[in-house]
Nanobody, 120 residues
Framework: QVQLVESGGGLVQAGGSLRLSCAAS????????TVWFRQAPGKEREFVAA????????DLVDSVKGRFTISRDNAKNTVYLQMNNLKPEDTAVYYC?????????????WGQGTQVTVFS
């Protein structure tokens, strides 16, 4: 069984930074990409960022490009989402998930989410 645990969320003033972590435990996950989503109150879940197992490919939604960076440390089975210059519109629950392959749309595992609140 695979478990994903997100951490690093919190309350931050606009312009500040947070680093989210997604730690995976369980079997070898080399066939999966890791994807971050977020969901704000009253809104649909949206894609934020993705990274392949090898880390050779990353993708970010346009609204966070230049501010967020996704990276991974496979020795620690952890994926990071560095969020800089945060804006109130970044406020949401952030979830990490494991996607089969790259861009398959098949998400087998999800974390419990971590709250990010940005105040102005």
């Amino acid at each position: 069984q695979v478990q994903l645990v997100e951490s690093g969320g919190g309350l931050v003033q606009a312009g500040g930074s947070l680093r989210l972590s997604c730690a995976a435990s369980g079997r070898t996950l080399s066939s999966y990409s890791t994807v971050w989503f977020r969901q704000a109150p009253g809104k649909e879940r949206e894609f934020v960022a993705a990274i392949t197992w090898s880390g050779d490919r990353t993708d970010l939604v346009d609204s966070v490009k230049g501010r967020f960076t996704i990276s991974r440390d496979n020795a620690k089975n952890t994926v990071y989402l560095q969020m800089n210059n945060l804006k109130p519109e970044d406020t949401a629950v952030y979830y990490c998930s494991l996607e089969q392959g790259v861009g398959s749309g098949l998400f087998d595992y999800w974390g419990q989410g971590t709250q990010v609140t940005v105040f102005s």
